[in-house]
């Protein structure tokens, strides 16, 4: 969707509000495609803050699908989006050092679907954990450690006593 601002760059004292529904049904990123399994409307707030230029507030909830990098469990990313942005008319010839890169202005409109999605970008988790003390799997069998524990020793031996064991072992095979 594309929200025109013209009234908000020119009226002095102009604040504006917007709630607005994203049309977007996923986020694709390097880091893979995670479907968006609900989204609650943006809400923005416009306001004029000098010639020219405005400030973009807002928030909004979203939650996407995605997998824990532990256990590999499907597992739900929820972000909790708050911005502050500045952005020009393009009548603004001079770079603004107070504006934001504003790829997803198109003139005097602004993309809501291209603001979103760097807003997701930039709030992306580091790392997605279905729990913050997911156990993760074992590295021997597989199990999943958060629904049992499958006992396997995963005591990770000194290197040299490994190689004695794998001599004994060979001997016991003969
Ligand atoms: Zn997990
Ligand atoms: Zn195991």
């Not at 969707?1 to 049309?23: A, I, P």
């Not at 809501?112 to 993760?136: A, Q, R, S």
Request: charged share 30%; hydrophobic share 35%; proline share 3%.
């Amino acid at each position: 969707m594309l929200l025109n601002l013209s009234d908000v760059f020119t009226s002095e004292g102009k604040v504006r509000q917007e709630s607005v529904s994203l049309e977007m049904t996923s986020f694709e990123s390097r880091l893979g495609s995670f479907s968006i399994t609900c989204k609650q409307p943006v809400e923005f707030t416009f306001t004029n803050i000098g010639v020219q230029k405005a400030r973009v507030e807002g928030s909004t909830e979203i939650k996407l699908s995605a997998v824990c990098d532990r256990c590999m469990e499907e597992t739900t990313v929820i972000l909790d989006l708050q911005f502050d942005r500045v952005v020009t008319s393009p009548e603004v010839e001079a770079e603004d050092e107070e504006a934001d890169d504003m790829t997803y202005m198109e003139g005097y409109q602004l993309n809501v679907e291209t603001f979103m999605y760097h807003e997701i970008l930039e709030n992306w988790p580091v790392k997605i954990l279905c729990k913050d003390d997911c156990k993760g799997v074992c590295l021997k069998c597989g199990q999943n450690l958060n629904v049992r524990d499958c006992g396997c020793d995963t005591f990770v031996p000194d290197p040299r006593m490994a190689a004695i064991k794998d001599i004994f072992c060979r001997d016991k095979e003969v």
